[in-house]
């Protein structure tokens, strides 16, 4: 086996006291996720969050894609840690969610980064195909029920060295749970045999409720 520890709360707070200080506004809307009651679990976590400014800075990333942006939180992250000329085109259905979003981004000064869609995932990357772009990094934090057509139209969306990251792919740990049979955890269970009989290179990371990280 593997030697890993299991992440407590103390271990958390020990983290979070060791690691550079969030942005005020992000900071904030962590806590109107907060009042927003139990879909506060949609945002991604802190730590994974963490993670994703650290690839940005780290390989230089420019231009990102992602799926999935509700209230803004892992939008706003990334947004943080690009530099001044990155941008990233963030794709959600929810109409109202997408003004909060934008409320956010405009509090922190990023909105010049960010290009939001209000429109249906599948039909938004379609269209991206259509006209040829391509990104560094893609996200994709949306309907499971989606999974494998956005990894597939993803995979044409990447450039050479991009990478692509999805999220819940360990969800809450139900993957491993032979008497789960509920729909979505059956959807998750597909997607992440589909990722690993493809070609792609890929890994979890057990952060959060799990990214698979792949690049070609
Ligand atoms: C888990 S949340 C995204 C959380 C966000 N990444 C964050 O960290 O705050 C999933 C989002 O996917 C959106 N969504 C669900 N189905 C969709 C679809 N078919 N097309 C576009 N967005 C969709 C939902 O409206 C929701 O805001």
Redesign the pocket.
């Known amino acids: 086996m593997d030697k890993n520890i299991s992440i407590d709360h103390k271990l958390i707070e020990y983290i979070f006291s060791h690691t550079s200080n969030l942005h005020p506004i992000q900071k904030e809307l962590i806590k109107y996720?907060e009042s927003l009651g139990h879909i506060n679990r949609?945002?991604?976590s802190i730590l994974q969050?963490n993670f994703l400014q650290f690839l940005i800075k780290s390989r230089k990333i420019n231009k990102c894609l992602?799926?999935?942006?509700?209230?803004?939180?892992?939008?706003l992250t990334m947004a943080l840690s690009l530099n001044k000329n990155g941008k990233i085109h963030t794709?959600?259905?929810?109409k109202e969610?997408n003004i909060i979003a934008k409320s956010f981004f405009k509090k922190a000064n990023v909105s010049k980064k960010i290009r939001t869609e209000v429109?249906?995932?599948?039909d938004?990357l379609t269209k991206l195909i259509k006209n040829k772009n391509k990104y560094d990094l893609i996200?994709i934090?949306?309907?499971k029920e989606?999974y494998i057509n956005y990894f597939n139209k993803s995979l044409k969306l990447l450039k050479k060295n991009g990478l692509l990251i999805v999220?819940?792919v360990l969800w809450k740990g139900e993957v491993t749970n032979d008497n789960a049979k509920d729909k979505l955890t059956q959807k998750i269970k597909n997607f992440n045999l589909y990722v690993k009989k493809s070609k792609i290179k890929k890994y979890i990371l057990p952060i959060g409720d799990g990214f698979y990280i792949c690049w070609k």
Do not use: P, R
């Not at 429109?119 to 599948?122: I, L």
């Open positions: 996720n949609l945002q991604i969050a992602e799926v999935g942006t509700f209230t803004g939180y892992s939008t794709i959600d259905k929810d969610k429109s249906n995932g599948n938004a996200l934090d949306a309907d989606n999220d819940n």
